[in-house]
């Protein structure tokens, strides 16, 4: 059983539950769970996820079933905090792949980097090897652009298994990675983080939006403006759509 230490206390919000604590608690318990290579996996809900997991009731309960599910997009943040009274700290995947890359290279923990292209990972083990010459790499590897069911997930899990991760970083874009990790639960014995767009980040290969933009909430917008073509709907769209979600419940609060 695993100490309390390692258990994320949650708050449900708009059909999630989502992982209380500091930056450095989420971090810990990450790391905690890699070193005894504890099977489990950590979700970072953003408001794409939110409205994926309102949509579709199974995938709500992968993102429920987590070890933990960050509070990774600002609308996410300040829901718990507007609705929930929650002064919770943002755990955004963009700033926990640099965090547990620098942790585990200090503490002898075996990476492996599942999903993305294979140049982008290059380009992470190139970064890597420069800033975090003592990391070790357990292994990486870019799957063929396959649905979830035709994936030979009985084969990775091996490959995994045999590298000896402690933690596995995994980039396959939301709902499919989440939805990968669960499949994976109790066959990979690690902690597996749904890191999507941050593979891209931390390879130079995208950029971020200034910290201001961060903190105003307006992120989305930055991105938006980089790639309308691929984004406004998941952005203009979405977004609104999370915006009902949080209206709804602020009247389910109020009136109940």
Same mark, same amino acid.
């Not at 929930?84 to 792949?97: F, K, S």
């Not at 290059?122 to 799957?143: H, N, S, T």
């Not at 909430?217 to 309308?228: H, I, K, Q």
């Not at 979405?238 to 709804?248: A, D, H, I, P, V």
């Given at each position: 059983?695993?100490?309390?230490?390692?258990?994320?206390?949650?708050?449900?919000?708009?059909? /999630?539950?989502?992982?209380?604590?500091?930056? !450095?608690?989420?971090?810990?318990?990450?790391?905690?769970?890699?070193?005894?290579?504890?099977?489990?996996?950590?979700?970072?809900?953003?408001?794409?996820?939110?409205?994926?997991?309102?949509?579709?009731?199974?995938?709500?309960?992968? %993102?429920?079933?987590?070890?933990?599910?960050?509070?990774?997009?600002?609308?996410?943040?300040?829901?718990?905090?507007?609705?929930?009274?929650?002064?919770?700290?943002? %755990?955004?995947?963009?700033?926990?792949?640099?965090?547990?890359? !620098?942790?585990? +290279?200090?503490?002898?923990?075996?990476?492996?980097?599942?999903?993305?292209? !294979?140049? %982008?990972?290059?380009?992470?083990?190139?970064?890597?090897?420069?800033? /975090?010459? =003592?990391?070790?790499?357990?292994?990486?590897?870019?799957?063929?652009?396959?649905?979830?069911?035709?994936?030979?997930?009985?084969?990775?899990?091996?490959?995994?298994?045999?590298?000896?991760?402690?933690?596995?970083?995994?980039?396959?874009?939301?709902?499919?990675?989440?939805?990968?990790?669960?499949?994976?639960?109790?066959?990979?014995?690690?902690?597996? /983080?749904?890191?999507?767009?941050?593979?891209?980040?931390?390879?130079?290969?995208?950029?971020?939006?200034?910290?201001?933009?961060?903190?105003?909430?307006?992120?989305? +917008?930055?991105?938006?403006?980089?790639?309308?073509?691929?984004?406004?709907?998941?952005?203009? %769209?979405?977004?609104?759509?999370?915006? =009902?979600?949080?209206?709804?419940?602020?009247?389910?609060?109020?009136?109940?």
């Amino acid at each position: 059983m695993r100490s309390v230490a390692e258990r994320s206390t949650k708050q449900r919000s708009i059909g /999630l539950d989502i992982s209380l604590g500091t930056f !450095q608690e989420h971090l810990d318990r990450i790391l905690t769970l890699g070193e005894t290579h504890t099977s489990s996996y950590v979700c970072c809900v953003n408001a794409h996820m939110t409205v994926e997991a309102h949509r579709d009731p199974r995938f709500a309960a992968v %993102v429920n079933g987590a070890d933990m599910a960050t509070a990774d997009g600002m609308p996410v943040l300040y829901t718990l905090r507007w609705l929930h009274g929650q002064r919770q700290e943002r %755990v955004a995947g963009n700033d926990l792949m640099p965090a547990v890359l !620098q942790a585990s +290279a200090e503490r002898g923990l075996r990476i492996f980097l599942y999903g993305g292209r !294979q140049e %982008v990972l290059d380009k992470i083990r190139v970064r890597v090897e420069k800033e /975090l010459p =003592g990391m070790q790499f357990a292994g990486c590897y870019a799957p063929p652009f396959l649905p979830l069911e035709e994936m030979d997930l009985v084969r990775d899990a091996a490959m995994i298994e045999a590298s000896g991760a402690h933690i596995v970083l995994v980039s396959l874009g939301c709902p499919k990675q989440e939805r990968w990790m669960a499949a994976m639960s109790g066959r990979v014995h690690g902690v597996m /983080l749904g890191l999507g767009g941050a593979f891209l980040l931390y390879a130079g290969v995208d950029t971020r939006a200034p910290r201001w933009m961060r903190d105003l909430s307006l992120e989305w +917008a930055y991105r938006l403006a980089l790639e309308p073509g691929r984004l406004w709907k998941r952005y203009l %769209v979405t977004n609104s759509l999370f915006l =009902g979600l949080m209206f709804r419940e602020a009247a389910r609060k109020l009136f109940a």
